[in-house]
Structure formats: structure tokens, C-alpha cells
């Protein structure tokens, strides 16, 4: 929907599919790899950053660190990394984001291999889904829990995305916490979409956002029962939003 609008690069997160793993499974490491081969690509264009949950974290950190030419960022149903440790004080929301202490563990990838990644993977969309009809109907189409779900049977996915939830449980929330002691926030515009239904019912989601965000920053829920996947839930409503944000910031 946005391929005729403006020049894109999407990447796969290395270690989640069929990319190999990373040297390191933090964010500032993946980022730069993403980067790099962005680079490679469209050299020194500036660059708008569009990032889903993972992704998403990944862009926040490079937006903070600010050694890119990153001119704006989009964050797709996400609040900071540190946040969301924080909001497992309350008991629902560590059991709606029960996968991101066991995921962290050493245990999880044999523990996933045993009950099946296929298995486990479908699980987890399952949980978080939304609950409109139509926008489940979007979710499944082409077939695209099965490919997920056949990717998510590799040892090395299952490690590789392990990897990356053990790093945003040791030494990412650390680092954000020096961020915010030191005042290092995100400098350029900033757009989040988010699902009232998920992410909205556990977190003030524009409270929270406007702590970490030093510049300009809107922040749409979506409603209507779309859940966690905006990009496949709700695709035409998450189009128009970026696409706006991009006639706006692009250059």
C-alpha cells in the first residue's frame, strides 16, 4: 500500500527467520546491521524508521543514540522497553507479557523445541490477536501463520529470538534508565500507533511516550477490536496514518 509512495527497505530481524543469527542480540548491534545494509542501498539518504514490536524497540534505540541519519521514527504498538518491565508490577499485564520473562530464561528454547515451535508460535498469535473478525480474517491471509510458524520451528529461530528477550531483560532496561537520568531522549518527530485493545488497556500509552520523547510526538490508538499486528489487523488504517506522517516529515 505504501511500495508507490515512497522508496522502502524492509528488513528481516537477523535471527528471527531466515537471516543468520547477530554478533550480539542487542538492539544498538541489530540496528546498526539494519542500517548498514540500508545504507549499502539508499546511501546517505535520510531516513524515516518504521518499526513493529521488536522492530519497533530497535528504532528507539537508534533514535536516542542518534548516529544515523534518522530525520523521524514510527513505533508500532510498543511503549519504552524499561515501561514495560515496570507495568509487570501490576498481575494482568504480567500475564498478558508472560513470554517476556520466559523467553529471557535459559530454559525457553528447549522448552519451546519440546512442546514444538509451530505449536508455540500459534499460541502466541492466538493470545494476541485482537477481536475484530474481520481484522483476524487480514491476519490469516496467505497463509502467513503457517509461513511464521514454519520459520518459528528452526533451533535457530527459537535461540535467536530467545536471544533477543534475554537482552532486553539484562542489559537494555539498565541502559534506559541511564537515558533517562542523563536526559538522552528521542529528538525527532514521533509517531505511535497503537491498539486500544491491547497495548492501550495496559499503558497510558502517550503518558509514557511523552517521557522518552523530546520533540514532536502523536500518538493514534487504533480501535475496533484490532490487536497486537496493526500493519496485517488493520492494514488500510495503519497505511494511511504512516503515509501521512511521511508527506509530513519526509524530505
Not at 120 to 137: Q, S, V
Not at 201 to 207: A, F, L, S
Request: a negative charge.
Amino acid at each position: 500500500m505504501l511500495k508507490d509512495q515512497t522508496s522502502m527497505f524492509i528488513a528481516e530481524l537477523p535471527g528471527y527467520g531466515l537471516s543468520p543469527l547477530p554478533p550480539s542480540p542487542d538492539k544498538r548491534t541489530v540496528g546498526n546491521i539494519i542500517m548498514e545494509g540500508l545504507q549499502s542501498v539508499f546511501k546517505n539518504r535520510p531516513v524515516i524508521w518504521c518499526g513493529h514490536d521488536r522492530g519497533g524497540r530497535i528504532g528507539h534505540r537508534l533514535m536516542v543514540d542518534g548516529k544515523h541519519n534518522i530525520i523521524a521514527g514510527i513505533l508500532l504498538d510498543i511503549v519504552p522497553t524499561l515501561e514495560q518491565w515496570k507495568a509487570f508490577a501490576n498481575p494482568a499485564a504480567a500475564v498478558a507479557y508472560y513470554h517476556w520473562p520466559f523467553l529471557a530464561t535459559q530454559m525457553a528454547p528447549n522448552l519451546i523445541e519440546a512442546v514444538g515451535g509451530r505449536i508455540y508460535c500459534l499460541n502466541n498469535f492466538d493470545r494476541t490477536k485482537g477481536g475484530n473478525a474481520a481484522g483476524i480474517a487480514r491476519l490469516k491471509e496467505d497463509h502467513a501463520l503457517d509461513h511464521y510458524s514454519a520459520l518459528f520451528s528452526k533451533p535457530e529461530t527459537i535461540s535467536g529470538s530467545c536471544a533477543d528477550y534475554a537482552s532486553a531483560a539484562e542489559g537494555e532496561p539498565k541502559e534506559q534508565e541511564e537515558d533517562q537520568a542523563k536526559g538522552r531522549k528521542i529528538k525527532v518527530p514521533t509517531l505511535v500507533l497503537y491498539s486500544a485493545s491491547n497495548l492501550g488497556r495496559m499503558h497510558d500509552v502517550k503518558g509514557l511516550w511523552s517521557q522518552w520523547v523530546d520533540g514532536e510526538l502523536s500518538c493514534v490508538e487504533i480501535p475496533d477490536g484490532i490487536g497486537h499486528y496493526l500493519p496485517e489487523e488493520a492494514p488500510e488504517q495503519s497505511a494511511k496514518l504512516i503515509a501521512d506522517f511521511l508527506a509530513k516529515y519526509g524530505k
